[in-house]
């Protein structure tokens, strides 16, 4: 996050308590094409107009991991992570549960200790709101943007299986 809107957000923090309401919202999910092995996830939230861009690599794809903490979410096995790894810096993808059936979702940049960890994203949104999101984006991914020759050594992203989510969604 850029300097000055690190301060702008470390001042959203420190004045609005994350009860407020401020912090409840939706998210919207968006992948970019897959080029030269990489594919750009973008994630944004109406929650104080946050948005993060994360760099999905083919040397560590985590489109495995990803769906299995979806699942978890739907499964309400939480918290939840999803580690993402940039070829270097790491982002965890974190659903907690929260009050009101909501999740508690959060983006952390840990590089690789977990411990030190720096929330960089935070929302309070509905696990159905987010698993249907990542479901319908992904959906889009496989159809319009992903294009194998330019992902050869992270698998085939075509045998992702979102079967048990879309049942979830009631999609089945």
Known sequence: MPAHN???????????????????????VCF????????????A??????????Y????????PDLLRWLEAITE?????????????????LRARSAEDGLLDFQILDNYWEIEDAEIIFRCRVSPRQLVAEFVAKLELLLEKYYIPEEWPHGGDL???DL????????DS
Not at 32 to 43: D, K, M, N, R
Not at 76 to 92: H, M, Q, Y
Not at 163 to 170: D, I, M, T
Request: proline share 6%.
């Open 32 to 43: 970019s094409q897959s080029t030269a092995g990489w594919i750009l996830l973008w994630i």
């Open 6 to 28: 690190r301060n702008r957000y470390a001042d959203f923090v420190q004045y609005t308590p994350y009860e407020s309401e401020a912090w409840q919202g939706e998210i919207n």
């Open 163 to 170: 079967s048990k989510l879309k049942s979830y969604l009631g």
């Open 158 to 160: 075509r045998g992702l």
């Open 45 to 54: 939230s109406t929650a104080y107009l946050q948005h993060i861009t994360l």
């Open 56 to 63: 999905t690599s083919e040397v560590m794809p985590p489109y």
């Open 76 to 92: 309400k096995r939480l918290p939840a992570d999803c580690a993402i790894f940039e070829e270097g810096p790491v982002k965890t």
